[in-house]
């Protein structure tokens, strides 16, 4: 092999290709000894295998692109063995069956399928809002299993999810080596690779379109950054709570509201193969109306404020639930007003890092007053706190506190884990403090110094 080949063979773009392409017989040894996946032939599991090796090099070739100037081989074998080590931590996943997948996500998949062609979409079919069915009416198309595809959408927006936080963490440090190391501690959250490996949960994607939505606005793109929220928003209904962050960039008068306008037919233009199909206007404009009054308790296993109360876990009592509820909202408009008023008080000091400072307080603040919340909900606020600590490295033992308690409340509803050392109620404690912690260091870094003259 001439020099000149070999130099080209260990350029990033190039090496890329063929460690993508070493992906696939790399998962076929592993099934023999590591994974428990199992398929009727052989076919099937080769057909997976590409899948993961696609996600596989279409990581390994961001990070080629990104690297592209420094020609730094060394970071781009390191990422390529992380991110081929992560990668197959999932795939060993996939076979478990959530509860949500086995009563709500797999009946979704059936109920499509009892349809022919695009009338399923004229259905009203589980409690996502539409984009979401319409990625699991293309998946039904597949000839794999539910279980592992709904996994591997998932997964995909997972490598976006840790790539968008790697741009944010750039913004701050032009260096390769902590950007590549921003996005495998996203990429190896725990949490994260339980939402959607075992969980088979969705909330990767919604949080990749907020998190691209803060980058874009931190960028001072608010045109894309709308567009991108309101994607998120589509979605799920959680990405309202980076809202606050939104409402207050308008007040700082760094969005325009032209392009907050903008939202309105984003948001309707996911209704149209719906409306084709026939789907009504108002059965599609009711989903988060509906999917709001789902669940009754002032918590759902979420580490919330509901918690201090003996009484707030499903099944409720619903006199106190009507009660109380209210309560709770105001509590949590009430803080958030405060914490916008004092923000644009002090508006001159909101620089990036400010800017993540306060989403941090706000995005846990809102989550953790507010009623109904379920463990999942603090998804973002994880991602966030894990940037925060890019941003203010000596705060690393936030993230690693919101994280813990995540991981903790996923254990008790996952695998009906009540052996905890800590319950519920003390985890809410323990995230009352960490939230605390935040907003003392926020008021702290920003407040005005005054100071005193001798006369």
């Known amino acids: 092999m001439s ?7 260990m350029e990033p773009v190039y090496l890329s290709i063929l460690l993508g392409l070493a992906y696939v017989p790399g998962i076929l040894i592993l099934k023999r000894f590591y994974f428990t996946i199992n398929f009727a032939d052989r076919s099937g599991l080769i057909f997976l295998a590409i899948l993961f090796a696609g996600i596989y090099f279409g990581t390994l070739f961001f990070f080629a692109k990104l690297l592209k100037e420094e020609q730094d081989i060394r970071l781009f074998i390191m990422i ?25 996500l797999s009946e979704w998949m059936n109920h499509i399928r009892s349809y022919p062609h695009f009338s399923a979409l004229s259905q009203n079919i589980g409690d996502y809002n539409l984009p979401y069915i319409y990625i699991l009416f293309i998946i039904s198309r597949i000839n794999l299993p539910d279980l592992y595809l709904i996994k591997i959408v998932s997964i995909i927006f997972d490598v976006l999810l840790g790539i968008y936080g790697l741009k944010i963490v750039g913004l701050r440090y032009k260096s390769k080596w902590v950007q590549v190391v921003a996005f495998v501690a996203i990429f190896m959250t725990p949490t994260i690779i339980l939402n959607s490996s075992v969980w088979s949960q969705c909330d990767s994607i919604w949080a990749t379109f907020v998190l691209a939505s803060f980058y874009y606005l931190l960028k001072g793109k608010s045109l894309i950054a709308i567009v991108m929220w309101t994607i998120g928003f589509s979605f799920k209904m959680q990405a309202i709570f980076f ?8 007040l700082l008068k760094r969005i325009k509201v032209a392009h907050l306008m903008v939202s309105i037919p984003v948001f309707f233009l996911w209704f149209i193969p719906a409306l084709l199909a026939g789907r009504s206007f108002s059965n599609m404009i009711g989903i988060y109306i509906r999917q709001a009054g789902t669940n009754r308790g002032l918590s759902v296993n979420g580490p919330t404020f509901a918690n201090f109360f003996e009484f ?7 006199g106190l639930f009507e009660l109380l509820a209210p309560v709770s909202v105001f509590l949590s408009g009430t803080i958030l007003l405060i914490l916008l008023c004092y923000a644009y008080a002090v508006k001159e000091k909101l620089g990036d890092g400010e800017m993540i400072h306060l989403s941090l307080l706000m995005n846990a603040t809102v989550i ?25 490295p000596r705060k690393w033992y936030i993230p690693l506190a919101f994280i813990s308690i995540s991981l903790l409340t996923y254990g008790n509803y996952l695998f009906r884990d009540t052996s905890n050392v800590l319950n519920v109620d003390q985890l809410a404690l323990l995230m009352f403090l960490i939230i605390a912690i935040v907003a003392k260091d926020f008021f702290v870094s920003t407040m005005p110094r005054v100071e005193i003259r001798e006369q």
């Open 3 to 9: 020099e000149k080949l070999k130099r080209k063979i």
């Open 80 to 104: 390529a063995l992380v991110t081929a080590a992560i990668l197959a931590l999932r795939i060993g996943f996939l076979d478990f069956k959530s509860g949500d997948y086995l009563i709500y």
């Open 368 to 392: 953790f007053f507010l009623p109904q919340m379920h463990e999942r909900f603090f998804y973002l606020t994880d991602v966030l706190a894990i940037i925060y600590a890019f941003y203010f």
């Open 312 to 318: 707030s876990l499903t099944p409720p009592n619903e």
């Open 243 to 250: 809202a606050p962050v939104i409402l207050l960039l308008i």
